[in-house]
């Protein structure tokens, strides 16, 4: 096994996540890809192709996700883990997904924010899309809360 993807988000459940993939990675000797794949603008959403963008009050959300990828990088490089970072405007799974297959990765890590039945309904669940378009293994980190 040579190459991990982890799907990242930014929530609370991001560093259970790391954990466990920073665990992975050590066991197996592999280099972990974190990727955050981000919802487009949703002013944008709909719009002609040539929209006035306006004033872009995403760019200091994603100028901040750039600095904790960063932090996230440095702090499994100084625990001896080979890691990179990555981001993207897209759908989630689909994106993870993608990312995973042109890195070749043997796996890809997520978490689950442990929605119940009526929430997956009516907003899906981005680790069960994952899981059902997945041709690798996949590995689920529940939400810690209880």
Do not use: Q
């Amino acid at each position: 096994m040579k190459n991990i993807a982890v799907g990242i988000d930014f929530s609370d459940l991001a560093e259970p996540v790391m954990d466990h993939a920073t665990e992975l990675a050590k066991a197996l000797h592999a280099h972990l890809h974190l990727v955050h794949i981000y919802a487009p603008e949703p002013d944008f959403v709909g719009y002609a192709e040539y929209a006035y963008p306006g004033v872009d009050e995403r760019e200091e959300e994603l100028r901040e996700e750039k600095n904790k990828i960063r932090e996230w990088i440095d702090k499994l490089k100084s625990k001896g883990v080979d890691a990179s970072g990555y981001m993207r405007e897209g759908d989630t799974v689909h994106g993870l997904l993608e990312f995973a297959e042109k890195r070749e990765a043997n796996m890809v890590v997520i978490g689950t924010h442990g929605r119940g039945f009526v929430e997956r309904m009516l907003l899906g669940s981005v680790a069960e899309g994952v899981i059902r378009h997945a041709t690798l293994p996949v590995v689920v980190v529940p939400s810690r809360k209880k």
